[in-house]
């Protein structure tokens, strides 16, 4: 069967470091998304990521190992509004996106 | 904004009544998906569509329909509600192309009492 696994939940603190990592097992590989969503609202979108390596978008990044279906998003100078859940998605042979439950992330002060 | 416009925002209804929520893709998008989100779960994708035909289904009940109409705008039918219909909707949209990010509504929340 298809498979996505993250952590519950995380905490940090402001102005820390954090890195969510996402492990899947699918059929077949398009690429991973990551999602960030706020308590009541809809995911917007943060990042893809089809070949290994990283991609960086200002304080965010993400990084993808085909070979250990793994990916990670590592999100620097927390600030207090990211508090959120953040959800991995891949995408697999058939273009169907798989998702994982999410990572309800809670930074303090 | 996403772009994507769903309507109702919220929708409070009993048992054994039949709703239906509408939604409108971003302007191009021709693929749609219906997802189901229960508090604190994560997202159950229900059903896709691509240019009016059903494309994908996934975990979506027997008493749940939908369809896309040639405008583009979709609607998912929900019929003998239960308690643990109550959840947020999302609809979300893409372009033509095969790998492309979605794009979600702002969802509507039902509550079935």
């Known amino acids: 069967g298809q498979n996505i696994d993250q952590p519950t939940e995380m905490t940090a603190t402001e102005g820390a470091i954090v890195q969510i990592n996402c492990t899947y097992q699918?059929?077949?590989?398009?690429?991973l998304f990551w999602y960030q969503q706020h308590a009541g609202e809809a995911p917007t979108f943060l990042s893809y990521n089809v070949l290994d390596g990283l991609e960086e978008k200002g304080r965010f990044s993400s990084f993808l190992s085909r070979s250990k279906g793994y990916s990670y998003l590592l999100l620097k100078e927390l600030q207090m509004k990211d508090s959120a859940s953040y959800l991995c998605?891949?995408?697999?042979?058939?273009?169907?996106?798989?998702w994982g439950a999410g990572t309800k992330l809670i930074i303090k002060p | 904004d996403s772009g994507v416009t769903q309507t109702p925002k919220h929708l409070i209804t009993a048992t054994g009544q039949r709703v239906t929520l509408r939604c409108s893709p971003r302007?191009?998008?021709?693929?749609v998906y219906w997802y189901q989100q229960s508090l604190d779960q994560g997202l159950q994708f229900l059903i896709q569509?691509?240019?009016?035909?059903?494309?994908a289904k996934g975990n979506i009940l027997e008493r749940f329909s939908a369809q896309q109409f040639p405008d583009l705008h979709s609607e998912l039918n929900l019929s003998s509600l239960e308690l643990g219909d109550s959840a947020l909707y999302f609809c979300a949209s893409t372009t033509s192309g095969r790998v492309h990010e979605q794009f979600f509504g702002p969802g509507t929340r039902l509550t079935v009492l």
């Open positions: 699918t059929s077949g590989f398009n690429g």
């Open positions: 302007s191009g998008d021709l693929s």
């Open positions: 998605a891949v995408m697999d042979s058939n273009y169907q996106l798989i």
């Open positions: 569509y691509y240019n009016g035909e059903e494309r």
